[in-house]
């Protein structure tokens, strides 16, 4: 079965420094990997994704991923933070078969201080 | 990016009521859609899959006499909670997944708050 399991429910990073979320997963296959955010009280937004090819994956506002195999991580980093950036930010993760479904981590709450 | 649009937002109905609720995919077309429901501070539950011209398949523990779920076409999956209560208040979130898509992210709607007295 597949799982994804983010660590921490909250991290707090001051404005202007790097920021990391992180997430790890298990799947039997090849995973799909993906990070979407929540802003209160609306949908989630993607973005981005990790399916092949280069580790590390560039996505929406600045934030990117790296992709690591031996350590079935896929956390989401940002050089430099902004206080908008604060939101819920979810892993998620499906296996390579167009029949599975995607599996959500619990979500971890990022708080940017000015 | 691909459209999914939700409706109603907000609703606020009394006990004993039912509840239907929208998601449309707007620019592409969805044979799956996932409905799920999310508490406070909470993950995303996956409530049920929804599948184009037949029935759902609801995940384990979720009554499915309660949600009812309804993909009558390409575009447009419903979810409609009958007989709500006040346990039933919640964040409901569709979301879609595009056929033409080769790599199956889903796109959500914006939610809707469901509100039973």
């Known amino acids: 079965a597949q799982s994804v399991a983010q660590p921490e429910d909250q991290v707090n990073v001051a404005e202007g420094n790097p920021l990391t979320v992180k997430c790890t997963y298990s799947?039997?296959?090849?995973?799909?990997l993906f990070w979407y955010v929540q802003y209160p009280n609306r949908g989630l937004q993607f973005l981005l994704k990790?399916?092949?090819?280069?580790?590390l994956v560039k996505g929406s506002y600045g934030f990117e991923a790296e992709f690591n195999k031996s350590q079935t991580s896929f956390h989401l980093k940002k050089p430099s933070a902004l206080v908008s950036d604060s939101a819920l930010y979810f892993c998620a993760v499906r296996e390579y078969s167009s029949a599975s479904k995607i599996i959500f981590g619990s979500g971890t709450r990022l708080s940017i201080r000015p | 990016g691909a459209v999914v649009s939700q409706h109603p937002s907000r609703v606020i109905c009394k006990s004993g009521t039912s509840v239907k609720i929208e998601c449309r995919s707007l620019d592409f077309q969805a044979t799956t859609m996932f409905w799920y429901r999310q508490f406070p501070k909470k993950s995303l539950m996956l409530m049920a899959t929804s599948n184009e011209g037949s029935k759902a398949t609801y995940e384990q523990g979720v009554e499915k006499d309660k949600f009812l779920i309804n993909h009558a076409s390409l575009t447009l999956s419903t979810l409609t909670v009958t007989s709500a209560h006040p346990e039933d208040s919640s964040f409901y979130i569709c979301?879609?997944?595009?056929?033409?898509?080769?790599?199956?992210?889903?796109?959500f709607g914006e939610g809707s708050r469901l509100t039973v007295l």
């Open positions: 990790y399916i092949t090819g280069d580790n």
């Open positions: 979301s879609a997944r595009d056929r033409q898509g080769p790599t199956g992210e889903l796109f």
């Open positions: 799947v039997s296959g090849n995973p799909y």
